[in-house]
């Protein structure tokens, strides 16, 4: 079983920067590929951004070029720079650890409970 908590969310304004952390327990980490997922209110549950364990990322359309993934498997975390944020990047923001010992990112059932990203002036 892994345990899995976000944390970094905040209120920011369009334009600035964001840190989102992941802290895993429970399992091995690095066995584990890792997504980003997000959920805005009234809206299907996005995924964002995912990594393998050897560090191969993915990003959704919308987010490339502004947001980056990024785990360290000696500190059992995930993290997910946002900058260049955009009031559309409000949601509640969850990690996912992926089907144990797949190479790539499959939807597993363990997840975090989110954190509150907000962008607004």
């Known amino acids: 079983q892994v345990q899995l908590v976000e944390s970094g969310g905040g209120l920011v304004q369009p334009g600035g920067s964001l840190n989102l952390s992941c802290a895993a327990s429970?399992?091995?980490?690095?066995?584990?590929?890792m997504g980003w997922y997000r959920q805005a209110a009234g809206k299907q549950r996005e995924l964002v951004a995912t990594?393998?364990?050897?560090?191969?990322?993915n990003y959704a359309d919308s987010v490339k070029g502004r947001f980056t993934i990024s785990r360290d498997n000696a500190k059992n975390t995930v993290y997910l720079q946002m900058n260049s944020l955009k009031p559309e990047d409000t949601a509640v923001y969850l990690c996912?650890?992926?089907?144990?010992?797949?190479?790539?990112?499959?939807?597993?059932?363990?997840w975090g409970q989110g954190t509150q990203v907000t962008v607004s002036s």
């Open positions: 996912n650890a992926g089907v144990r010992y797949y190479i790539t990112y499959r939807l597993g059932r363990y």
């Open positions: 429970g399992s091995i980490f690095s066995d584990y590929a």
């Open positions: 990594i393998t364990s050897t560090g191969t990322t």
